[in-house]
């Protein structure tokens, strides 16, 4: 989908009365870290804890203009995203990487073609102990998101839908 083929304001318009939670808005509380500030696609997920192993195999495979979406925790410990992984994601056509928990390398990611957002920058990087899980529900900041749901991020923020495809 081209970035100017949606508005998050216009798609929370049309979805104010749903009530069925196919819709769903992220709390506003990530940060941009990447080039572009809109991207959007079907997502797929990777779980893990202060351990980056499964975002690094995620961003190394063929994206395919999807959304990688990392469960997180949360963590302001350690940085799950940093410039090496960033630019692969890009190289590799993911539209955006979404993550609960921390980036590193924010220069480097400023730089990458593709979305980014975060909770925060923290230099440490993760320990690699090849824990976590791919491809099942994950939830950032309370929020749940799906492989396969379609993620949309602009300026006003993010958005999750399911079952419009």
Request: hydrophobic share 40%; charged share 25%; net charge negative.
């Amino acid at each position: 989908m081209d970035s100017d083929d949606f508005s998050t304001s216009d798609l929370c318009d049309a979805h104010r009365n749903d009530g069925d939670g196919a819709f769903r808005v992220l709390p506003p509380v990530l940060r941009d870290f990447g080039a572009l500030r809109r991207f959007s696609g079907p997502v797929a997920t990777v779980r893990c804890f202060e351990d980056n192993s499964l975002v690094k195999a995620a961003v190394e495979s063929p994206g395919n203009g999807r959304v990688l979406v990392v469960g997180g925790g949360g963590s302001l410990r350690r940085a799950l995203l940093g410039g090496n992984l960033g630019a692969a994601a890009a190289r590799n056509g993911w539209s955006g990487v979404v993550i609960d928990g921390c980036v590193r390398d924010t220069a480097e990611l400023a730089r990458c073609a593709i979305g980014i957002r975060a909770l925060a920058a923290i230099p440490l990087p993760t320990e690699k102990r090849g824990e976590g899980q791919r491809d099942v529900p994950v939830q950032v900041q309370g929020i749940w998101v799906r492989p396969g749901d379609l993620l949309y991020a602009d300026e006003d923020g993010i958005v999750v839908v399911h079952g419009l495809h």
